[in-house]
Nanobody, 124 residues
Framework: QVQLVESGGGSVQAGGSLRLSCAVF?????????MGWFRQALGKEREGVAAIGFDGTTRYADSVKGRFIISKDNAKNTLYLQMNSAKFEDTAMYYC?????????????????WGQGTQVTVSS
């Protein structure tokens, strides 16, 4: 049974920083799969934010490039998202996700396992 549990959400002022964590439960090989962060703002569709492959290769949505950093600690079975220079438009529910079928990150549509989400609110 694979379980993804997010934490670290909360309120932050514009320009501030926040770090999200995702604890991965189940099988250790999950950390060798493509993992990522998505977000969904009120009234909007869920969108891919950042992804990391088994070898540490990363990709980011244009809206967060240069501000967010995705990383993982295989020994701790934990995925992270460091959010810097937060903007009001970053306000959303953030979800941890895994593509259990691939070690490389190809398409946002390939992610099929999700956590419950953690809310991030950026005040201007």
């Amino acid at each position: 049974q694979v379980q993804l549990v997010e934490s670290g959400g909360g309120s932050v002022q514009a320009g501030g920083s926040l770090r999200l964590s995702c604890a991965v439960f189940g099988y250790s090989w999950i950390m060798d799969r493509c993992m990522g962060w998505f977000r969904q703002a009120l009234g909007k569709e869920r969108e891919g934010v950042a992804a990391i492959g088994f070898d540490g290769t990363t990709r980011y949505a244009d809206s967060v490039k240069g501000r967010f950093i995705i990383s993982k600690d295989n020994a701790k079975n934990t995925l992270y998202l460091q959010m810097n220079s937060a903007k009001f438009e970053d306000t959303a529910m953030y979800y941890c996700a895994a593509d259990l079928g691939s070690s490389w990150c190809r398409r946002w549509e390939d992610f099929g396992r999700w956590g419950q989400g953690t809310q991030v609110t950026v005040s201007s």
